[in-house]
Structures are given as structure tokens and as C-alpha cells.
């Protein structure tokens, strides 16, 4: 008896801040669920009824492809011909059901009900820029919105998931401000053309990590320039809050919509938990993974994290000495939000960087550290996933969002992305995904109950099995299968998509 009660205690008191119990709980009334794609990720029809290219079909389709199983996205899961059945994945994952369908299209939404995907900006714009606008890509979009309200689906739609319109990266990619232009006008063009339907957009998808990563930079094996690295930041910025005031200007008034957008959100905590040194260097790479970006839109100014890494990096002759924000440059961006999106895979251990030699030609890995100022490590006993960075630690999921609110003044929080990493291989019956997403939601649950964190929406990352940029197929995010060796690309549901029905419907885990 009594060993029983002293380990029930050591389970419940872990030192190292692993979940604590399962918490019985629900959502607040009017939480969203719903699931999410990239355009890239599914559509294919990479040449199809006059679609441009863009920099994924180029560097994809270079030899050898950097994706590790030599594939692309050129035909993906095929859902740009395949929509009206993503639809149907997502209304039986979403528990809507229609009264008298199909006599009336009055639909009956339980706890349900969104859906967060992309816009292929060559496909609308096949050169990036408004010179002309491809009625072919207009008309699918129409198609998907329309179908999705139909369907008693609320589409939330990223304007811009990385698949930049290969000319427009011909200039120089986001290191270029004149991109600031012609992301607003393709941004005009579809507030204007889906925004009588369209009630939540996000500027961009992960701007930290274009950045970060260097995405926009590598795609054709050129040398990454830190300065590009930071101009793009600049760039990026500009362009969302330029957005967001022709949004609130010109089409808010009418269509009453939110405009945000989302970042990377990884958890960091100090190595060694007795050595305020590694705690430092946590705080350090949250205040620059989240705080670049987040920090000009919600107060107007780059951190002081920012603007002492700025500083250490041109010290080091690594950047150019950089520039405050000008007096109308804050004003421009202070305040540019409706809602921050939070994408969160995992966690990881900080130790701080002492080196100061000039490195050589930098790596992607190397310009991330470079910018966080730290060592990254896992502890050995976090479960594995199978992107080989990302661990299963759930409680960092509750710890980020907390940190958000305690630094960023408890904004409104959409959680756009949270997803497990499996293999083809593990089948339909994928039980890692939803022990992932019943322990992830919970963590998620004593956020929003206990702790008071704003969240409104948890979008899962992904509806369907689909192409992941650096690892092709090998990898999914998915909770319904995608037959890649069918041409027909036949949709299954697996186990976890009717776990997530079961948590949608009863808006979290009722006692
Ligand atoms: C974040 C990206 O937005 C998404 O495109 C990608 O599939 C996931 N990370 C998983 O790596």
C-alpha cells in the first residue's frame, strides 16, 4: 500500500517538470478544431491551367533534389483535383451533419468546423506579380472556399506558405524590399477576391523560419548571406504590417475579418536546471525564435535579445551594422495583429555558445544556432519521432504558450500547427499519433483552464499525409492516409483522425 501512494507521489511530483495528471476537463464554448495543409504540401498540378512556377517546383526538380527520397510535390496528394473529397475527410473528422440535406443547406456544426490551408500565389499570380491574374487559379480557390461553406467549414487561409513565385526570387527573394509591393498587391488581390467568405488570414507561415532557414536562400545552392538573412526579417515584417493596415483600412470595414500571422513556437529550457546560465541562454532563443518577429508587431521594436545578437553578429564582422526600426517604421508595425498563430513541434536544452571565431560558409543548422546564441540538446529519454529533431515533450507545449502570455501581454492565440511525425510503414493504425495529440491537447486544455491562456483555435497539422519539404515521403504528419503509389492518391482515415473526431465533438476530454 504504502509503496503504492510513494510512487503514485513520484509520478505526480517529477522533478523535471515532465505533465503532470491528466487533467478531465472541456474547451470554453466556441473553441475551434479543425485541420490544416500546405498548397506546395498537397495540391500537385504543378503545371496545370496555367500555373507558374514557383521555388519549391525548381529546386525540387534539381539533381539531386534535396528532398531525401528524390521526390516533389509536382502531383502531391493531387488535391487540386481532389478538393471535394478533403471536404468530405474534413466534415467526417469535423462531426457536421446537415439538417434535411440536401433540401436545405442549414448545417449544424457541434464542435467544429475549420480549416487552415494555403494559397499557391504562382497559381493566382503565375509571375508573382499583378501583371495577370490566372482565372484558373481564382476558380479553384472559389471552388474550395465555396465548397468548405457549403459544407459548414470555416476556411482560415495563409496567404503565403514559402512557395515564392520563382521570378520574384529571380531578385533576390525576401532580402529584396521591393517584394514588400508585390506581396501587398497579391495579398489586395485576394482580401478582394475570397474575403466576402474568408474571416481569418494569416499574413505568412512560419516568417522566422523563411528567415531562420534560409528557405527563400537555398533553393538553387546559392551561399547564404547572413545580411539576407537579416534583411529578409526586415522585409517580412513590413510586408505583414503593410497588409494588415490595407486589410483594416479598405477591407475590414465590410468583411470583418482578423489578420495575424503564425511562428515557429519551439519550447526551450536550460540544460542543466540548477545553472542560471542555461536558463539564460532559454530565455535568449525564445526571445529571438518567437520574440523577432513578435516583438516590432506587438511593441513595435526589435528586442533587446534581437538587437544584441544584431550587435554580436556585426562585431564579428558576420552582418553589417543594422538599424533601428525608424520612428515610421514602428509606428507602421506596433500593433498589426488579431491573433498570433503558434506552430509547435517540439522542445529542446540550452546551453550558451561561447564561440567567437569567423565562421567559413555557413550551414542552414549553423545560421539558426548563430542567431539563438546556443547549444541545443534533448534529454535521451524524450520519445523519438521520425523527424529526427523533434521529440515528444508535451508539457513544453503548455510552458510556450505560457511564456506568450506572461511576455506578450496574453494575446489571442490560434494554434495552427501541432503534429506527430510518423512512417508510411506504421499504417493506419497509429497509435504514437494519437497518444501525441490526447496528451498534447490535454497540455494545451490546462493552459487555456488553468493556467487562463487565450487560445481560440487548434488546427491539426495534418489532414492528409503530404510531401514535407526536406524529407519528401518519407515522413507524415497525417491523420488520413495518402496511397502515393495509387495515381488515383486514394484517402484512408487513420486511427487518429477518429480519436480527434471524438475530441472535437466533446470539445475536449469531459469526466
Ligand atoms: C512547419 C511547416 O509550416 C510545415 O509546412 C511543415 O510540414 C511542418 N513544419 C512539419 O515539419
Redesign the pocket.
Same mark, same amino acid.
Given at each position: 500500500m504504502w509503496t503504492f501512494i510513494l510512487v503514485t507521489l513520484v509520478i505526480l511530483t517529477r522533478a523535471d517538470g515532465e505533465e503532470d495528471s491528466f487533467l478531465y476537463d472541456v474547451f470554453p464554448p466556441g473553441f475551434q478544431w479543425g485541420l490544416g495543409s500546405?498548397s506546395y504540401?498537397v495540391e500537385g498540378g504543378w503545371r496545370d491551367d496555367g500555373k507558374g512556377l514557383n521555388i519549391f517546383d525548381n529546386v525540387f526538380h534539381q539533381i539531386p533534389s534535396p528532398a531525401v527520397d528524390g521526390t516533389n510535390g509536382d502531383i502531391a496528394c493531387d488535391s487540386y483535383h481532389k478538393y471535394a473529397e478533403d471536404v468530405s475527410l474534413l466534415k467526417y473528422i469535423g462531426n457536421i451533419v446537415f439538417d434535411n440535406w440536401p433540401r436545405s443547406s442549414r448545417y449544424h456544426v457541434f464542435e467544429a468546423g475549420v480549416y487552415r490551408f494555403s494559397l499557391s500565389w504562382s497559381r493566382i499570380l503565375p509571375t508573382g506579380r499583378i501583371d495577370y491574374i490566372n482565372p484558373a487559379g481564382i476558380e479553384y480557390y472559389n471552388n474550395l472556399i465555396n465548397f468548405l461553406i457549403a459544407n459548414g467549414i470555416e476556411p482560415i487561409v495563409t496567404i503565403h506558405?514559402?512557395d515564392l513565385p520563382l521570378p520574384l526570387d529571380g531578385i533576390g527573394g525576401w532580402a529584396n524590399d521591393e517584394l514588400i509591393h508585390h506581396f501587398t498587391n497579391f495579398a489586395h488581390l485576394v482580401f478582394h477576391t475570397f474575403g466576402d467568405r474568408v474571416k481569418k488570414w494569416v499574413t505568412f507561415?512560419?516568417p522566422n523560419?523563411i528567415c531562420m532557414l534560409g528557405f527563400v536562400f537555398k533553393v538553387d545552392g546559392r551561399p547564404i548571406g547572413l545580411n539576407e538573412v537579416i534583411k529578409c526579417f526586415r522585409t517580412l515584417i513590413l510586408s505583414h504590417a503593410r497588409v494588415y493596415h490595407l486589410y483594416d483600412h479598405v477591407f475590414r470595414p465590410w468583411q470583418g475579418g482578423k489578420v495575424g500571422t503564425n511562428l515557429?513556437a519551439y519550447w526551450f529550457e536550460g540544460k542543466d536546471p540548477n545553472n542560471p546560465e542555461d536558463a539564460k541562454a532559454a530565455e535568449n532563443a525564445l526571445q529571438i525564435m518567437w520574440g523577432l518577429i513578435a516583438s516590432p508587431l506587438v511593441f513595435g521594436y526589435f528586442n533587446r535579445e534581437t538587437r544584441q545578437m544584431m550587435e554580436r553578429l556585426a562585431k564579428r564582422g558576420l552582418i553589417s551594422p543594422q538599424k533601428e526600426f525608424t520612428l515610421a517604421e514602428s509606428a507602421e508595425i506596433i500593433g498589426t495583429w488579431d491573433f498570433l498563430g503558434v506552430?509547435h513541434?517540439s522542445t529542446y536544452l540550452t546551453e550558451l555558445r561561447k564561440s567567437t571565431s569567423k565562421p567559413g560558409n555557413l550551414t542552414l543548422d549553423q545560421i539558426f544556432l548563430l542567431l539563438l546564441d546556443v547549444n541545443l540538446s534533448v534529454k535521451p529519454e524524450w520519445v523519438s519521432t521520425s523527424?529526427p529533431d523533434f521529440k515528444v515533450v508535451p508539457s513544453g507545449f503548455r510552458r510556450i504558450l505560457n511564456w506568450i502570455k506572461w511576455r506578450y501581454g496574453n494575446p489571442e492565440l490560434c494554434v495552427l500547427?501541432n503534429?506527430y &511525425?510518423g512512417r508510411p510503414e506504421q499504417g493506419l493504425e497509429d497509435y504514437n499519433r494519437v497518444a501525441f495529440h490526447r496528451a498534447y491537447i490535454n497540455e494545451m486544455l490546462k493552459a487555456v483552464k488553468l493556467d487562463g491562456v487565450n487560445v481560440s483555435v487548434y488546427t491539426v497539422? &495534418?489532414l492528409l499525409d503530404?510531401f514535407?519539404?526536406e524529407l519528401g515521403y518519407t515522413v507524415n504528419?497525417g491523420v488520413v492516409a495518402v496511397n502515393f503509389t495509387d495515381l488515383d492518391r486514394t484517402r484512408t482515415p487513420k486511427l487518429s483522425a477518429t480519436c480527434l473526431k471524438q475530441i472535437f465533438k466533446d470539445n475536449g476530454f469531459p469526466r
Open positions: 500546405g504540401q506558405h514559402w507561415n512560419e523560419i515557429a506552430n513541434y523527424t500547427e503534429g &511525425s497539422w &495534418s503530404q514535407e519539404m504528419f
